[in-house]
């Protein structure tokens, strides 16, 4: 699946062994690389390199006091990062590989750079599922810091071309793996000694996480940003939005879902699980639209519709 994509640009090849060892020797170098996950794209660099790490936050803009995401390729190499309890053990067994973050205390010797933590005492760790992310996680041997590969606060990218649109050629690589297949960030979940708190929702429902632990996750909440996408105003388009939209407005561009059939629709068999892959993907294509406004169709909050009410909320408040 060698060559290149010429509609995207310079920046974007389809990735193969010639470009996944191009990316190595990026990232080692202490450079950027944009590479697919099952979730989103995200703009890789060695969590190690401070220097690296803070390439991440000039490139996306993003404010140092949010945390970033460490991608690791399996539990052992998560365990050399992260202190994981008996019930970080069940999730992660469970859940990993896969669209779950945790949220952990760092080990005493944890390498990774600060800036990455944002000076706190946890770290939030991953296991990837995506064939292209596991692939350089095991020829790098690295531990990879990647946030979202887009500006700070923007439509997070669930393809190439979202990347090189948002970013252009601040990432000198991005690996195309194709689309998305979740198209929606991960879920994040901070483990409190034998509870659990769900700092972000996604993928992985509150109903998937109890049946694992026995219990709900608590309620508690500190009021500090401890993890990525907690921020109010996020994942949100240059234009204002409006939601819960049956009917439209002649200067919006509707996104629908089921019997609501807008302009695009996210799922016209109401299938909360496709509507998600295609959310971030309908969001830009609203964007680039002539009209300027937004409205989206009311989605049902079961399951991972909590998810994608959360990232619709966020990308609202904005305006």
């Known amino acids: 699946m060698s060559g290149s994509n010429d509609h995207i640009g310079g920046e974007a090849r389809r990735y193969g062994a010639a470009t996944i060892a191009d990316a190595v020797a990026r990232l080692r170098e202490g450079g950027l690389v944009a590479v697919p996950t099952e979730t ?12 690296a790490v803070a390439k991440i936050y000039r490139a996306k803009g993003r404010p140092d006091f949010n945390p970033l995401i460490v991608h690791v390729l399996d539990l052992d190499a998560a365990r050399t990062l992260g202190q994981f309890n008996e019930l970080a053990i069940c999730f992660a067994k469970a859940l990993w590989p896969g669209p ?41 041997g690295l531990y990879l810091a990647a946030p979202s590969a887009n500006r700070s606060g923007a439509i997070s990218p ?11 050629s601040v990432v000198p690589l991005i690996l195309d793996g194709g689309a998305c297949k979740r ?15 769900i700092l972000r929702p996604g ?16 309620t508690v909440t ?37 019997p609501v059939a807008g302009d695009t629709n996210l799922s016209v068999n109401a299938d909360l699980a496709e509507a998600a892959s295609l959310l971030f993907a309908a969001l830009h294509h609203a964007e680039a639209s ?20 959360d990232r619709l909320r966020r990308a609202a408040s904005a305006k």
């Open 40 to 51: 989103v794209y995200g703009l890789a660099a060695d969590s190690t390199d401070a220097a």
């Open 100 to 140: 779950l973050t945790l949220v952990v205390p760092k080990t005493a010797d944890c390498p990774v750079a600060a800036a990455v933590t944002a000076g706190l005492d946890t770290i939030a760790l991953r296991v990837p599922a995506h064939p292209v992310m596991r692939e350089l996680l095991a020829a790098s």
């Open 158 to 168: 669930t393809t190439a071309d979202h990347v090189a649109r948002s970013l252009g």
């Open 183 to 197: 198209g929606i960030e991960s879920t994040i979940v901070a483990i409190d000694g034998s509870d659990y708190r």
């Open 203 to 218: 993928p992985v429902t509150p109903a998937q996480l109890e049946s694992i632990a026995g219990k709900p996750a608590s």
């Open 222 to 258: 500190n009021g500090k940003i401890e993890a990525p996408g907690q921020m109010l105003s996020h994942y949100a388009p240059s234009k204002p939005v409006r939601l819960d939209a049956q009917t439209t407005r002649s200067d919006e561009y509707h996104i629908g879902f089921g």
């Open 290 to 309: 002539t009209k300027p406004r937004i409205a989206v169709a009311p989605i049902p909050e079961g399951g991972i519709g909590l998810a994608l009410n």
